[in-house]
């Protein structure tokens, strides 16, 4: 049974930080893509980025702007999303999601698994 499982969403104040965890649990996949969504209220999800685990190369949304950054740590089965410069509109609830491949497609259709979200809110 796969698992993700969020971590380290709050509040803070706009121009500030945050890191996120995503671990991973239960999957087989030899070759994976493991990526960070969010959804705001009344919104769509969104694609922010994802990585790929072995090797390690990311993709970003454009409205990322250098500001986020997502790390992986093989041994802990963990993916992060550090969230620097956050502004109020970076609000939103934070999902991980895994799927199978090499690509980083900015599709949720194309992601498997999903974690229950972690909820970030940015302050003006």
């Known amino acids: 049974q796969v698992q993700l499982a969020e971590s380290g969403g709050g509040l803070v104040q706009a121009g500030g930080s945050l890191r996120l965890s995503c671990v991973a649990s239960?999957?087989?996949?030899?070759?994976?893509?493991m990526g960070w969504f969010r959804q705001a209220p009344g919104k769509e999800r969104e694609f922010v980025g994802a990585?790929?685990?072995?090797?390690?190369?990311?993709s970003y949304a454009e409205f990322v702007e250098g500001r986020f950054t997502i790390s992986r740590d093989n041994a802990k089965n963990t993916m992060y999303l550090q969230m620097n410069s956050l502004k109020p509109e970076d609000t939103a609830v934070y999902y991980c999601?895994?799927?199978?491949?090499?690509?980083?497609?900015?599709?949720?259709?194309?992601?498997?698994?999903w974690g229950q979200g972690t909820q970030v809110t940015v302050s003006s």
């Open positions: 999601a895994v799927r199978e491949g090499w690509s980083t497609p900015p599709n949720q259709y194309e992601y498997d698994f």
């Open positions: 239960g999957h087989t996949f030899s070759n994976y893509v």
């Open positions: 990585i790929r685990w072995w090797g390690g190369s990311t």
